[in-house]
């Protein structure tokens, strides 16, 4: 998830690490999660994480590590290769030391289809509000095969894809989406809504858009 400068200078300003805001908006994400998607869990359920490499997967890592605690099988899936940020980095590693299953996409695209096929639900930690490029291959392949997945379910799960921050595959200035942009049943925005949240067209998309607080007034 990319969070403006003055997110990052207010956050320092009240003494609130980067590192704690993720922690933040990891855990109350999986709160809504877990809270919204009671109705679709049993004793223990299939949950696929799609991860960045940046710090929205770095919160998808955090909501991994939630749901594990609450006894959910969870797989991590790498969407856009290894993490790169620091405090994204630090969150798979906790993950991985408790043996959870972490599938890079790009080298192993051809399992995802039977990984997600059972899911109960399926988060979109992917991109944050800061995305204003072109999804790569492999992330494309990801996008569509959560929307493929969702809209095989749609009639059984209402509440089957979660984005968080913003869906993967929309522009976080001006909303204009990506071809195979993620439909999310609902998006969890971050600390207050951004400008992108407010335009109309982005609905479709974003769904039910709930927003959490991360720490910052």
Known sequence: MQRNERNRKKAD????SYRQMMENAGTAAAKVIFEKSKDSFSDKNNIVIFCGKGNNGGDGFVVGRYLLERNQNVTMVLADGQPKTEDAIANAAILSARG????DAEKHL???PQAIKNASVIIDAIYGTGFHGNLNDTVRMCARLINET??????????KVFSLDIPTGLNGDYGQPDVDTV????TIVFHRLK?????KEVIKFCGE???VGIGID
């Open 110 to 112: 051809e399992i995802l």
């Open 13 to 16: 300003e009240e003494g609130l």
């Open 183 to 186: 439909i999310a049943d609902k």
């Open 195 to 199: 400008p992108v949240h407010k335009l």
């Open 209 to 211: 858009i709930i927003v």
């Open 150 to 159: 969702a809209k095989e379910e749609k009639s059984r799960m209402k509440n």
């Open 100 to 103: 959870i299953s972490m599938i």
